[in-house]
T-cell receptor, first 114, second 112 residues
């Protein structure tokens, strides 16, 4: 079965420190992976996606994600966290049978402390 | 500005009272969908539509209906809401293919 796992419900990091939000996936064939961010009282906003090519994908707001096929992971990273990065982050994979549908993980709440 | 607009943002209703949550997009997208977001479960797809008059069930369609009479609108209908439909609902639209989805701001529904 296709799935996405986000093993951490919450990640805490101090402002200025690097951050990582973890995501692993299970899907047949080549995965198409996405990260979205949800700020309080807002809808989900697209951050970045991996289709093919370079394993390091750069996205919005200084975020990047590293695709690792052998570990079936797609971790979200940022070199220096900001308090304004505090939000709920979702990893998603494209459904191979319904190719416009996204299968989401359960979300990770990122808290950046001043 | 490209956007997906949902209304209402907040709704409290009683069990069994029919309600409609509207969704409209201004990007001429063919694909639209509804998700519900619940703690610990992430987002799950309720219904989707590939184009006008083409709709299909997602993962959790029970208790919901949709229609797609115009390309820009995709309302979600709860004919007899129950407390287990208390949730945060999102409408989304996208172009076909490996493209990003655009989400509305969400509708927080409480059924008492």
């Amino acid at each position: 079965a296709q799935s996405v796992a986000q093993p951490e419900d919450q990640v805490n990091v101090a402002e200025g420190n690097p951050l990582t939000v973890k995501c692993t996936y299970s899907v047949s064939g080549n995965p198409y992976l996405f990260w979205y961010v949800q700020y309080p009282n807002r809808g989900l906003q697209f951050l970045l996606k991996y289709i093919t090519g370079d394993n390091l994908v750069k996205g919005s707001y200084g975020f990047e994600a590293e695709f690792n096929k052998s570990q079936t992971s797609f971790h979200l990273k940022k070199p220096s966290a900001l308090v304004s990065d505090s939000a709920l982050y979702f990893c998603a994979v494209r459904d191979i049978y319904n190719t416009d549908k996204l299968i989401f993980g359960t979300g990770t709440r990122l808290q950046v402390f001043p | 500005e490209a956007q997906v607009t949902q209304n209402p943002r907040y709704l409290i209703t009683v069990t069994g009272k029919k309600l409609t949550v509207t969704c409209s997009q201004n990007m001429n997208h063919e694909y639209m969908s509804w998700y519900r977001q619940d703690p610990g479960l992430g987002l799950r797809q309720i219904y989707y539509s590939m184009n006008v008059e083409v709709t299909d069930k997602g993962d959790v369609p029970e208790g919901y209906k949709v229609s797609r009479k115009e390309k820009r609108n995709f309302p979600l209908i709860l004919e007899s809401p129950s407390p287990n439909q208390t949730s945060l609902y999102f409408c989304a639209s996208k172009e076909p293919g490996i493209t990003e989805a655009f989400f509305g701001q969400g509708t927080r529904l409480t059924v008492v």
